[in-house]
């Protein structure tokens, strides 16, 4: 079976609303895709701003589950009105997701918790002077 | 210059009003003699329940029918006068001219008519009672027993079945101390038998609803066509609890847009029972110990599969009761029949014994036997 990327695919929405308090529309989204992998989260908001006639940047999807035997997925979706409330009421993640957050820098893990587990040793301003770990040898 | 029909119309209007006008006045006229003479009308000790329903439904409507009129005039509900007395005092004056005053009086008047409907519905046994007898007389044919007036509740007989008890355990108590002696009450020597704790024991001796008439616990009486429509399988969502569940998740997720945060283990499972779903099995796939792909004839058949070996009559009693009818012989007439009982039932599905139907070709070489047969007798 090919896996054909041009084929056509069907976006239904259901359950809309339109949620004024978080200035924005709701709806759950129904992508029928025959003979084709799941949908990139990218394209189907291309698609849906076509259709809702707004930029892609407002139109935030997720939640997307593919039912048993492919052809089908189910997500959600949400249309902001304006980017200022976008950025208001999105969580971290998809801000990050869709590019308008910048990730926090990623620290090292292990280095954060060897540096706690050496503080939990000493008591008041000791806990600055011994941040390094001790010097082997010398 | 008025036109021929109105002239006519008030005419007849002006005469219809001195008949009515007329009529009302000859009423007033019985009524006052009636007053006068007799003691029907006399109010001083008071009036009926009854009568005073009817009593106060007038003063009502009354009121109700002044109130629209004044309303239709333009007059506000506001102006009333303060009452002078309150509503128990037994000389308290008429309420004032305001339409507020009226509106005072409606209430007062709904208040008493549900008041009296209590107590009439307390009263109402005796009034039937009463009423009957006046209808019909004192018939004295008429059976004790259909007549559904004949019987009412009889309280006093409870208290002479509570005294009765009192009095038997008084005795025996007393008799029981004067020997000094304790002795243990006379009965037959049984088994003991451990009392099984009936949640799940109950629960799994029963015989186990077939599971192509389960699904009608739970079917919805206001989408009547999802049953009927689908024949042997029913809806899967509906089919075993777990797809009820895995059901129930969905819908939440969709209405509340989000996805459930679930472990590795529990997306897992999910993700085996749906497919389970969509393919037309139960949807108890993860459920069982033993994750061998295939072996599932509990979920489909476990009504058929736990029903061998049991009676029509279920479940007798303890484990001892069932032994003992077990071990016993049949009545000589259940012995005598060629036929059991169970046979009866396995046959059902033949129709019945089934009869050697002759078919025409059958009947056709009978006939050709008989007439060979013939031939070679005669010839013989």
Same mark, same amino acid.
């Given at each position: 079976?090919?896996?054909?990327?041009?084929?056509?695919?069907?976006i239904?929405?259901?359950?809309?609303?339109?949620?004024?308090?978080?200035?924005?529309r709701?709806?759950?989204?129904?992508?029928?895709?025959?003979?084709?992998?799941?949908v990139?989260? $990218?394209?189907?908001s291309e698609?849906l701003?076509?259709?809702?006639?707004?930029?892609?940047?407002?139109?935030?999807?997720?939640?997307?589950r593919?039912?048993?035997?492919g052809?089908?997925?189910?997500?959600?979706?949400?249309?902001?009105?304006?980017?200022?409330?976008?950025?208001?009421?999105?969580?971290?993640?998809?801000?990050?997701?869709?590019?308008?957050?910048? $990730?926090?820098?990623?620290?090292?893990?292990?280095?954060?918790?060897?540096?706690?587990?050496?503080?939990?040793?000493?008591?008041?301003?000791?806990k600055?002077?011994?941040?390094e770990p001790?010097?082997?040898?010398? | 210059? !008025?036109?021929?029909? *109105?002239?006519?119309?008030?005419?007849?209007?002006?005469?219809?009003?001195?008949?009515?006008?007329?009529?009302?006045?000859?009423?007033?006229?019985?009524?006052?003699?009636?007053?006068?003479?007799?003691?029907?009308?006399?109010a001083?000790?008071?009036i009926?329940?009854?009568?005073?329903?009817?009593?106060?439904m007038?003063?009502?409507?009354?009121s109700?029918?002044?109130?629209?009129?004044?309303?239709?005039?333009?007059?506000?509900?506001?102006?009333? /006068?303060?009452?002078?007395? =309150?509503?128990?005092?037994?000389?308290?004056p008429?309420?004032?001219?305001?339409?507020?005053d009226?509106v005072?009086?409606?209430?007062?008047?709904?208040?008493v008519?549900?008041?009296?409907?209590? %107590?009439e519905?307390?009263m109402?046994?005796?009034?039937?009672?009463?009423?009957r007898?006046?209808?019909?007389?004192? /018939?004295?044919?008429k059976?004790?027993?259909?007549?559904?007036?004949?019987?009412?509740p009889n309280?006093?007989?409870?208290?002479?079945?509570?005294?009765?008890?009192? #009095?038997?355990?008084?005795?025996?108590i007393?008799?029981d101390?004067?020997d000094?002696?304790?002795? !243990?009450?006379?009965l037959?020597p049984? =088994?003991?038998?451990?009392?099984?704790?009936?949640?799940?024991? #109950?629960?799994?001796?029963?015989?186990?609803?077939?599971?192509? %008439?389960a699904?009608?616990?739970?079917l919805?009486?206001?989408?009547?066509?999802?049953?009927?429509? /689908?024949?042997l399988?029913?809806?899967?969502?509906l089919?075993?609890?777990?797809?009820?569940?895995?059901?129930?998740? *969905?819908?939440?997720?969709?209405? *509340?847009f989000?996805?459930?945060?679930m472990?590795?283990?529990?997306?897992?499972?999910?993700?085996?029972?749906?497919?389970?779903?969509?393919?037309?099995?139960?949807?108890?796939?993860?459920a069982?110990?033993?994750?061998?792909?295939?072996?599932?004839?509990?979920?489909?058949?476990?009504d058929?599969?736990?029903?061998?070996?049991?009676t029509?009559k279920?479940?007798?009693?303890?484990?001892?009761?069932e032994l003992?009818?077990?071990?016993?012989?049949?009545?000589?007439?259940?012995?005598?029949?060629?036929?059991?009982?169970?046979?009866?039932? #396995?046959? %059902?599905?033949?129709?019945?014994p089934r009869?050697?139907?002759?078919?025409?070709?059958?009947?056709?070489?009978k006939?050709?036997?008989?007439?060979? *047969?013939?031939?070679?007798s005669?010839?013989?």
């Amino acid at each position: 079976m090919q896996a054909d990327n041009s084929a056509p695919v069907t976006i239904r929405t259901r359950k809309f609303i339109t949620n004024r308090l978080l200035a924005r529309r709701q709806f759950v989204v129904d992508v029928l895709h025959p003979n084709r992998p799941n949908v990139s989260k $990218a394209e189907l908001s291309e698609r849906l701003a076509s259709i809702y006639k707004t930029e892609k940047d407002r139109v935030v999807t997720f939640g997307f589950r593919t039912a048993f035997g492919g052809g089908r997925s189910t997500g959600f979706g949400l249309i902001y009105d304006d980017e200022a409330s976008q950025k208001k009421f999105e969580p971290k993640y998809r801000l990050i997701r869709s590019g308008l957050a910048v $990730a926090p820098p990623k620290t090292n893990r292990k280095l954060r918790k060897e540096r706690k587990n050496r503080a939990k040793k000493l008591r008041g301003t000791k806990k600055a002077k011994a941040a390094e770990p001790p010097k082997k040898g010398k | 210059m !008025p036109s021929e029909e *109105n002239v006519q119309a008030f005419c007849d209007l002006l005469d219809q009003m001195k008949v009515s006008m007329s009529a009302a006045r000859d009423i007033v006229k019985t009524l006052r003699e009636r007053q006068s003479t007799t003691h029907e009308l006399d109010a001083r000790e008071g009036i009926s329940l009854l009568s005073l329903k009817h009593h106060m439904m007038l003063s009502y409507l009354q009121s109700l029918s002044l109130l629209t009129a004044r309303r239709a005039i333009g007059h506000s509900l506001a102006e009333r /006068s303060a009452p002078e007395a =309150p509503f128990s005092a037994k000389d308290r004056p008429a309420r004032g001219d305001g339409a507020g005053d009226r509106v005072d009086a409606m209430v007062e008047a709904r208040v008493v008519l549900e008041k009296v409907k209590v %107590l009439e519905g307390r009263m109402k046994y005796q009034i039937d009672k009463l009423v009957r007898t006046a209808e019909e007389g004192d /018939s004295a044919t008429k059976n004790i027993a259909n007549d559904p007036l004949a019987f009412r509740p009889n309280p006093q007989a409870l208290m002479d079945q509570g005294s009765e008890d009192e #009095d038997e355990e008084g005795g025996s108590i007393a008799g029981d101390d004067r020997d000094g002696i304790y002795r !243990p009450p006379k009965l037959a020597p049984m =088994p003991y038998v451990e009392p099984s704790k009936s949640k799940d024991k #109950d629960r799994s001796r029963r015989a186990p609803v077939p599971s192509a %008439l389960a699904n009608l616990a739970h079917l919805d009486p206001s989408k009547p066509y999802m049953e009927s429509t /689908s024949g042997l399988g029913s809806t899967p969502a509906l089919s075993s609890g777990r797809a009820r569940e895995l059901k129930r998740i *969905n819908e939440f997720e969709e209405e *509340n847009f989000t996805r459930l945060v679930m472990k590795k283990k529990d997306a897992r499972r999910r993700a085996l029972d749906e497919a389970d779903i969509a393919l037309g099995g139960t949807g108890m796939v993860s459920a069982r110990r033993g994750r061998v792909p295939g072996v599932g004839l509990d979920d489909e058949f476990g009504d058929i599969i736990k029903s061998v070996g049991r009676t029509r009559k279920g479940v007798l009693g303890d484990g001892y009761e069932e032994l003992r009818q077990r071990g016993k012989k049949e009545s000589v007439l259940a012995r005598s029949k060629a036929r059991s009982r169970d046979d009866a039932f #396995d046959d %059902l599905g033949d129709d019945g014994p089934r009869q050697r139907k002759r078919s025409r070709f059958e009947k056709e070489v009978k006939a050709a036997k008989k007439r060979t *047969n013939s031939k070679a007798s005669r010839r013989a």
